[in-house]
């Protein structure tokens, strides 16, 4: 069993930055890749970020979000993080870790481990 817990959403303007944490207990960390996807209200649920297991050594993320989001993990904190710059009205919606040891559960979001969300508000 894998415990998923996000932090650090909030309300930022256009144009700022926030990291949202996932801090993740019960099983051994770093066996498990992890990713981020997100739902804003009446849309489908879709993926932000992905990073394997170990050492992260690769990253995924959606082609809409590349250069502004970034994926990391800290695994002696048995933490992964989502970095968000440049953030848009259109980045608002509900954050949410997940994880697997399979990478391509996490991207399809048909892993077996969630968070319970945080929300990100972008707005003036």
């Known amino acids: 069993q894998v415990r998923l817990v996000e932090s650090g959403g909030g309300l930022v303007q256009p144009g700022g930055s926030l990291r949202l944490s996932c801090a993740a207990s019960?099983?051994?960390?770093?066996?498990?890749?992890m990713g981020w996807h997100r739902q804003a209200p009446g849309k489908q649920r879709e993926l932000v970020a992905a990073?394997?297991?170990?050492?992260?050594?690769?990253?995924k993320y959606a082609d809409s979000l590349k250069g502004r989001f970034t994926i990391f993990r800290d695994n002696a904190k048995n933490t992964v993080y989502l970095q968000m710059a440049s953030l848009k009205s259109e980045d608002t919606a509900v954050y949410y870790c997940?994880?697997?040891?399979?990478?391509?559960?996490?991207?399809?979001?048909?892993?077996?481990?969630w968070g319970q969300g945080t929300q990100v508000t972008v707005s003036s």
């Open positions: 997940n994880a697997d040891k399979v990478l391509l559960r996490v991207l399809g979001g048909r892993s077996d481990y």
């Open positions: 019960g099983s051994i960390f770093s066996m498990y890749a």
């Open positions: 990073i394997t297991p170990g050492g992260g050594g690769i990253t």
